[in-house]
């Protein structure tokens, strides 16, 4: 949050009259749990500029995570928009207090916003710091092996091409204060997306599990529906291994 210095104690303004202003800017890594205070500080006084510099009539999509759910009951799933957000990881904190923070403001100024609660994004140009990005690196290494960590997660895959359809849809029609999960509405345990891209390398690899790698998996499964998304008139289109088969693909033509 550079821009926060920027920001503060000046005058913002957005150019142009945007009929649509998406807000993605995120931090992802906190060195200690009060790191998130600091985090917020900075994060509100940015949104706090932006809506004030908001022209009346445009709207702010706020692009949030799944990580704000935390960890629902298998009996709660697919998840929806209403069901209380209990984040239990840093992340999921941080994103759910800005947009508590930002429904607030945008009432309070009479403007327009809604929300995305974005679930896991895959596909082409996808970086290593995500299960595809790191599962196609790690393949491409050359080794003849890919060493792997708990694999029996079950996540919601998404076309990164889907995820802009959708934020688009939501720039176009969402509603005012309104929250949308941006999902496929089906759970794919991480061992089967690795499948998936074993299948389409099609070269033999040896897969190695260490429990040592990756984040420890204290989520057994999250799902979100996607029923209030598709009222807008938005359907995915991508099939998960044709999805997981272009970004394997894309990695093996950048090296």
């Known amino acids: 949050y550079d821009i926060a210095s920027c920001l503060v104690g000046s005058e913002m303004c957005i150019r142009d009259r945007p009929d649509v202003v998406y807000y993605l800017c995120s931090q992802f890594r906190f060195s200690r749990p009060s790191a998130v205070l600091d985090a917020w500080q900075d994060s509100f006084a940015v949104l706090d500029c932006i809506v004030d510099a908001l022209p009346v009539g445009a709207r702010l999509v706020y692009v949030g995570s799944c990580a704000q759910y935390g960890k629902v009951d298998p009996a709660e799933l697919p998840v929806v928009e209403d069901r209380r957000c209990e984040p239990v990881t840093d992340y999921g904190f941080f994103k759910h207090g800005e947009e508590l923070h930002l429904k607030k403001i945008l009432r309070h ?62 720039g176009n029609s969402g509603s005012r204060l309104e929250t949308y999960n941006i999902s496929s509405g089906k759970s794919v345990s991480i061992g089967d997306y690795l499948n998936m891209m074993l299948a389409a390398y099609d070269e033999r690899v040896e897969v190695i599990q260490d429990a040592t790698v990756g984040s420890v998996i204290d989520i057994p499964e999250l799902v979100g529906s996607n029923r209030r998304l598709q009222q807008l008139g938005w359907t995915p289109e991508y099939d998960l291994s044709e999805t997981i088969s272009e970004l394997l693909k894309v990695k093996q033509h950048d090296k």
């Open 109 to 170: 100024a009479g403007k327009s916003g809604c929300f995305a609660r974005v679930f896991n994004v895959t596909g082409p140009g996808e970086p290593e710091r995500m299960v595809g990005g790191a599962f196609a690196s790690r393949l491409l290494s050359g080794t003849g092996e890919i060493v792997v960590g708990n694999l029996s997660g079950k996540r919601d895959f998404l076309d990164v091409r889907d995820v802009a359809k959708a934020l688009a849809c939501l």
